[in-house]
Structures are given as C-alpha cells and as structure tokens.
C-alpha cells in the first residue's frame, strides 16, 4: 500500500513552548510603565500581509498556463505569526519602547510563533475575518485589526482537541465541529463558548454547513456513514443516507460538505465521489469516479462552489484541485506539481466575497489563496 494512504481524518495537539519562567521584577516594570508613559511611547501595530513571501507582478502565476486564458491567479498564503508586519508607521513610536525592553532583557522572552499545523477546513466571516479550524484550536486571521487569534476552548473547561468542520452560524456566531469530542460547539464573535449540541447523536462529525435561509446545521457524521440535520437550537430534526458503496443516498465515510443554491454537497471520501441533495434531503445526483486521470477523484474532501456554480473539490490523494462546470463537465485541476501553489494533502475549501478560493494545504501547515478571474 502507497505511503501515501494514511488516515482520512488526521487531528494533531499543537505544541507551543510555555512562557519563559522568569521575567522582570515588579519594580522594573513599574519603571518601565512610567518610562514608556514619559516618551509617549505606542503599543506597535501590525499589518496582515497575504502573502509572507511577496512578489513581484511580473511573477504571479496563473492557471492555466499561457497561452490559455488565465483563470486563476496565485495570491497568498496564510501561516499565522509570518503573515503579520509591523506597520511602519507606528514604528517610530515604539522605537523607544522597544529600547528599554533590551535594556530590562525582554528582548527574546516571549512565546514561540503562532503558526498553523494541521489546518482542515475555515469560512470568511462578514466582517472579512478568516477563520482556519487547526490542530486543537480555531486560528482567527484579523486583516482590520492586524492580529492573529488562538481559540481553544470549546465549552466550559474542556479545551478542542480535533476541530474540522466550521461554519457561520446565526446571529454571527461560530459553529465547529470536534472529531474527537463528538460535539458540535457555539461560539460568539471572540471565541467565548457559548454551548453545545450533538451528544450522543454525533460519532464522529467532520464536515459543517449551514443553510441560513432555513436556519438549518448539516453535519457529517463520518464513522456513522450519515449527514444529521440539525435546527439552530441545536435539535436533530432529520438524518440523510446510510453506509453503502453503489447507490445514491449510500454513504462511505463521508467529510466535507457544502451547502448552496438549495443544495447539499457532500464529499462521499471512501467512494471516491461527491453526491447532492436538495434541502429536504433527498438525493439529487453524484459526480466522480475512480481513475489515474485529471478529473477523477480517489480521496475527495473539501467541496465548495464559486458564483458562477462552478464545483471544486479538493482531491486529498493527488493534491490538486478538480473543477467542474455546472454540467458536471471537468475544465481543469488547480495546483501546480511544484514551486508556488503546490499542495500536499489538500483538505476544506471555502471562497470569500472578492472571490477568492482557500485551501487549507493541511501537510504544508497552510491555507494557500487562489483568485478567481472568472469565466467557464
């Protein structure tokens, strides 16, 4: 069996170092404060930057390659502490600040960088806040305010340990889902748990989506071969397909899933196709099969759909991304076989309102941004 056969599902605790056990005496801080206040000295801001490797225009690359016409253009990628610059406007104001930090020996006693690990799966909310669920925490990428966010704790004084599926949920609030918990979480705008919903009902829920129209939560149960369909609540109100491997309606291992245009999207991993449903559950066609060629899927995950009802789906096996029209008909793969735009292990998609597509590049520890140029 190929190396690279390993788990569908693959959920790894980050380690970060602890703060440095030893710091500054009350008395110095207190000198400190009162030095900083004198100078006038800022707490530093920073920019979120897309890209931590920028490049030239002249460099960009594009899918697919000329002379075709460019469909998409590489953007950026999102890795966590490296995406944020200090804004050099507020430099000058901490310069003196920075000073007496290396005078009291500060200078290098902070925690290690907030990097991703394991990303699965994210949405962009609508305040443009990108949201990556990761290894044992969701990570917050804040354009506006120029900061990165770690939210770890799920409900009450139980901390993630495997979050996957991620989703929008009513009145902005933010739905994860746990693997390994078996729970569905709540949580508001900064991360404050707010309550739970899926005990015992849930095997092992991996893929998240919302119908907001209908105030629906759809919920792939991977081990239960099953989508449960939830009401805002937090309710069970119906359950979709069952395990089998021929057909529709019949369930393999499913993971990712999508909601748009009254449709489900579900990536039926282990029978290496996507199926659909309409909003009341009933199946309404599957694409893929199992193949060597550029359209064939073997192990897809994450499924997204883009304004023009253009379907992608992230084949995990061969790390790239496989479009389909409308019709079904495949028009090409997006990645490139190294350099920029490379994935490993390919897992959630997701666009935002610029229309640009997001790929969590799970074994690269990243989500790599792709823009639609539009066209079919």
Request: glycine share 12%.
């Amino acid at each position: 069996m190929s190396s690279r056969l390993i788990p569908i599902l693959d959920s790894i605790d980050a380690v970060r170092a602890p703060p440095h056990p030893t710091g500054p005496s009350p008395l110095w801080l207190a000198l400190l404060l009162a030095l900083l206040l004198l100078t006038g000295c800022a707490e530093p801001k920073y920019l979120m930057r897309l890209d931590t490797e920028p490049r030239l225009e002249k460099d960009a690359q594009v899918w697919p390659a000329a002379p075709e016409t460019a469909r998409y253009r590489y953007v950026g990628q999102l890795k966590g502490d490296d995406n944020f610059v200090l804004d050099e406007t507020s430099s000058k104001s901490s310069a003196a600040r920075d000073f007496f930090y290396w005078l009291i020996g500060l200078v290098g006693m902070g925690e290690e960088k907030v990097m991703l690990v394991r990303p699965q799966s994210g949405f962009v909310d609508n305040t443009g806040r990108v949201l990556v669920t990761d290894a044992g925490k969701v990570m917050v990428f804040d354009q506006a305010a120029g900061k990165l966010q770690e939210w770890r704790i799920a409900y009450g004084d139980t901390d993630f340990v495997a979050p996957i599926g991620i989703a929008q949920g009513a009145d902005g609030q933010t739905l994860v889902a746990d693997a390994e918990l078996g729970r569905v979480f709540r949580l508001d705008r900064d991360g404050k748990p707010l309550g739970e919903f899926g005990t015992g009902e849930l095997l092992r829920p991996t893929g998240l989506a919302r119908d907001a129209q209908r105030g629906r939560v759809y919920v792939s149960d991977t081990a239960a071969h099953e989508i449960k369909v939830f009401d805002d609540s937090g309710k069970l109100l119906q359950t979709i397909g069952q395990r089998g491997n021929v057909a529709e309606n019949e369930l393999n291992f499913p993971t990712h899933i999508a909601f748009a245009a009254d449709k489900l999207y579900v990536s039926d991993t282990m029978n290496a196709r996507v199926q659909t449903f309409d909003a009341g559950g009933a199946p309404t066609g599957s694409l893929g099969q199992r193949g060597l060629y550029f359209g064939n899927m073997v192990r897809p995950k994450g499924v997204t759909l883009d304004g023009e009802s253009n379907l992608y789906v992230a084949e995990s096996l061969y790390d790239y991304v496989l479009i389909y029209n409308r019709r079904g008909e495949f028009l090409m793969p997006l990645g490139a076989s190294q350099g920029v735009g490379k994935l490993y292990q390919p897992a959630g998609l997701w666009f935002d309102r610029q229309g640009r597509l997001y790929v969590a590049d799970m074994y690269n520890g990243r989500v790599v941004i792709f823009q639609f140029l539009g066209g079919s």
